[in-house]
């Protein structure tokens, strides 16, 4: 089969959003206001790379799955020294009325200045009452926020969305590194959100990590609860933690940990010393919640780049997407750590259910999954009971509890004892090509660990694309409660997992060449030595979400 057509347009996705064309990277100002979600993002109008000419591209949405673009909200102009050479990430906050700033949606976002400096500015949407909010106004006085002293000129970005205190001062953070190679979120208050003094004390910061940027911070409901809660909600007897996200640069993975702010300082209750846990074990990067009024929620996006060669990307037009909008709360078993799962919206998408329960998967003999479904463009869920533990692997302590290089060395074509088991998605008939998401059980000293992948090693023909094998341990206890449940959104080059109901999520970016012929097949898979039971196998095809 040839392998040469990467610029197919059936690698683009269906219900995962992306521009009609050219480069798209950070998720920008996600907000709902005046009837619509409100989407932003990092965008290239001249073409399917990175470059100097970046703007501030906008959608708009009633659902969150079905999207009409809006004009460019803004864009560098040789009018304004503050951002000639960059509109850069940013957040939105909506400011309610007052009488020190101005009501309704804003903007702060990094711009290059005419010294290339990185600055922070601030824009305005010009008519609140436009349900689109198609003009933005960047005002003279910017920057609102200078470069602070001793930090290098491009090490100073990605405000957050603001949040109001008790003493009635606004505060964001911003991403920056110190000169000693301290990652930092340094904290800036307000009065009228025009006019901010830089706190003494940092919001937060790390040892040795390099920059941190497009830093987010917003209060969760410590009860388990799936309500979100608006950024300046203040403490109370059941909301006193805190969720500070951050993308670290230079291991271009998000990280997260949950915690308390006391006198302007965030501290983490776990993690101390480190960046924390990541959110997405997988292609994942730069994202932004922001809080849902209408569902009383609180929604993720993240940038999802391409695993393929510039060249490629020039050759397709396109790169970069987005994951489906993920709800976010806090496990309410007191591990802090955050619960993802796709919004119920996109399961408007699905068509032609195939459905079977109580199924053995007996070893090395996959199990197809007929039927009239496109596998690939489906939504799977498949919830597994383990029958006996006892055959589990034993943990060997030289793996150091380092997730993706266990699951490099126990890929799924590896046999063990307890897995892999999982699902083989976009696989060719033979078999010669699929990615497989699968879990893996071991025995450690006083404990069994379950460790969940995404091995890509054989997802395509292709020898020019990544074949990155992803990992992470799901925070379970599968010895007493012996099943786990698996949901897989496969999308043409994207493959988005959520393992144990949203404990662990991992998205790989593939380029399988059978799909090419439409040769796309689905697989529940088991190379354990030990049967593992289906207990219940749902799968849809999900039919193309509209952007126009």
């Given at each position: ?56 591209a ?8 079905n ?48 010294d ?136 271009n ?36 919640s ?100 006892e ?28 897995g ?7 696989a ?31 997802s ?16 379970i ?18 493959v ?53």
């Amino acid at each position: 089969m040839a392998t040469s057509s990467i610029a197919s347009p059936k690698y683009r996705t269906a219900f995962h959003f992306q521009p009609i064309k050219n480069w798209m990277n950070d998720p920008n100002g996600p907000m709902y206001y005046n009837g619509y979600y409100h989407f932003f993002y990092q965008y290239n109008p001249n073409g399917p790379e990175w470059s100097e000419n970046i703007v501030w591209a906008h959608s708009v949405s009633l659902d969150l799955v079905n999207w009409s673009i809006v004009k460019d909200a803004f864009f560098s102009t040789q009018d304004h020294p503050f951002d000639i050479n960059g509109c850069w990430s940013g957040s939105a906050t909506i400011l309610p009325d007052g009488d020190v700033y101005r009501p309704g949606p804003v903007m702060l976002y990094t711009g290059l200045d005419n010294d290339k400096r990185q600055v922070q500015n601030i824009a305005f949407a010009k008519n609140i009452s436009d349900p689109m909010l198609e003009e933005w106004d960047k005002p003279d006085y910017n920057p609102i926020i200078d470069l602070p002293t001793g930090i290098q000129p491009d090490c100073f970005r990605d405000p957050s969305t603001g949040w109001i205190g008790e003493d009635g001062y606004w505060r964001i953070g911003v991403g920056s590194v110190e000169e000693d190679h301290t990652g930092v979120i340094f904290l800036y208050k307000s009065k009228d959100f025009v006019h901010w003094t830089k706190s003494e004390k940092p919001l937060f910061s790390v040892d040795d990590i390099g920059i941190l940027e497009c830093p987010d911070f917003f209060p969760v409901s410590r009860d388990g609860s799936k309500e979100g809660l608006d950024t300046s909600s203040l403490n109370g007897d059941s909301v006193n933690d805190y969720v500070l996200k951050v993308s670290i640069y230079e291991l271009n993975i998000d990280v997260y940990t949950v915690g308390k702010c006391e006198n302007d300082v965030y501290i983490p209750n776990d993690h101390k010393g480190s960046a924390g846990l990541r959110i997405d074990f997988g292609k994942f990067y730069a994202s932004k919640s922001f809080f849902d009024p209408k569902m009383k929620r609180r929604i993720l996006w993240a940038w999802v780049n391409e695993e393929c060669s510039s060249t490629d990307n020039i050759a397709k037009g396109w790169a970069g997407i987005q994951i489906v909008p993920r709800l976010i709360w806090l496990d309410e078993t007191g591990h802090h750590r955050l619960i993802q799962w796709p919004i119920k919206e996109i399961e408007s998408l699905r068509r032609n259910e195939i459905s079977f329960q109580n199924l053995d998967i007996i070893p090395q003999t996959p199990f197809e999954i007929k039927g009239l479904i496109n596998t690939s463009q489906a939504d799977v869920e498949v919830e597994f009971e383990i029958p006996n533990l006892e055959d589990a692997e034993e943990y060997d302590p030289s793996w150091s509890m380092d997730p993706q290089k266990i699951c490099s060395l126990r890929n799924a074509s590896v046999s063990g004892g307890v897995g892999p088991f999982g699902l083989l998605v976009l696989a060719s008939d033979n078999r010669e090509e699929y990615t497989a998401v699968f879990f893996r059980i071991f025995k450690a000293k006083d404990k069994y660990l379950t460790l969940m992948c995404s091995d890509q090693s054989k997802s395509s023909l292709r020898t020019e694309v990544s074949k990155t094998v992803y990992g992470g341990f799901v925070n379970i206890d599968i010895e007493n409660t012996p099943k786990i449940s698996l949901r897989t959104l496969i999308d043409h080059s994207v493959v988005e997992s959520f393992g144990a109901g949203g404990r662990t999520c991992i998205t790989s970016r593939v380029y399988p060449t059978s799909i090419l012929t439409d040769n796309i097949h689905l697989f529940v898979f088991n190379n354990g030595t030990k049967s593992v039971r289906v207990v219940d196998f749902k799968a849809w095809e999900m039919a193309n979400a509209r952007i126009d």
